[in-house]
């Protein structure tokens, strides 16, 4: 399955009601660097196993939802690659959906923001709202598995 995603730094904090907050922690399997990206995923009281591969604005993603049990056992593999955020999802002006990162600990006050589409057209077209700031799709120093990696 391909993603295709950009990915803004936040101007300033949009007016949230109407979107839903979920604590997320990720943790990574695999190193920085690797071209490919293992990562599990807590997000409220669902756990996630993900690969991720590619790089930019269409990447290749697959994920299956795990037991607690399953994550439990691999959590502490991804010991000094970890990281906590609250996420903000709600709707835009133009129909789409924002996902609004607020990081927590280290990482704190990074807040980003991403916006998926169906096709590559789409995601070139995009006009961002005012409160995004600059596009970081294509800067690997906003990769999560980067932040991870920063934030111990």
């Given at each position: 399955?391909?993603?295709?995603?950009?990915?803004?730094?936040?101007?300033?904090?949009?007016?949230?009601?109407?979107?839903?907050?979920?604590?997320?922690?990720?943790?990574?399997?695999?190193?920085?660097?690797?071209?490919?990206?293992?990562?599990?995923?807590?997000?409220?009281?669902?756990?996630?196993?993900t690969l991720?591969?590619?790089?930019?604005?269409?990447?290749?993603?697959?994920?299956?939802?795990?037991?607690?049990?399953?994550?439990?056992?691999?959590?502490?593999?991804?010991?000094?690659?970890?990281?906590?955020?609250?996420?903000?999802?709600?709707?835009?002006?133009?129909?789409?959906?924002?996902?609004?990162?607020?990081?927590?600990?280290?990482?704190?006050?990074?807040?980003?923001?991403?916006?998926?589409?169906?096709?590559?057209?789409?995601?070139?077209?995009?006009?961002?709202?005012?409160?995004?700031?600059?596009?970081?799709?294509?800067?690997?120093?906003?990769?999560?598995?980067?932040?991870?990696?920063?934030?111990?």
């Amino acid at each position: 399955m391909q993603e295709i995603e950009k990915k803004f730094l936040v101007h300033s904090m949009p007016d949230l009601t109407g979107a839903t907050k979920t604590l997320v922690r990720q943790g990574y399997l695999t190193v920085t660097g690797d071209s490919t990206q293992l990562r599990l995923r807590q997000k409220g009281d669902h756990h996630f196993l993900t690969l991720k591969g590619g790089e930019g604005l269409i990447r290749t993603e697959r994920e299956c939802e795990i037991s607690k049990s399953q994550f439990d056992t691999f959590w502490p593999e991804t010991d000094g690659r970890r990281l906590e955020k609250e996420r903000w999802t709600g709707p835009l002006i133009d129909g789409h959906t924002f996902e609004l990162d607020v990081f927590l600990g280290a990482l704190s006050p990074l807040r980003l923001v991403e916006v998926e589409f169906e096709t590559e057209q789409m995601a070139h077209a995009f006009e961002p709202p005012d409160w995004f700031g600059a596009d970081v799709t294509y800067d690997p120093r906003y990769k999560n598995s980067q932040l991870a990696a920063q934030s111990h």
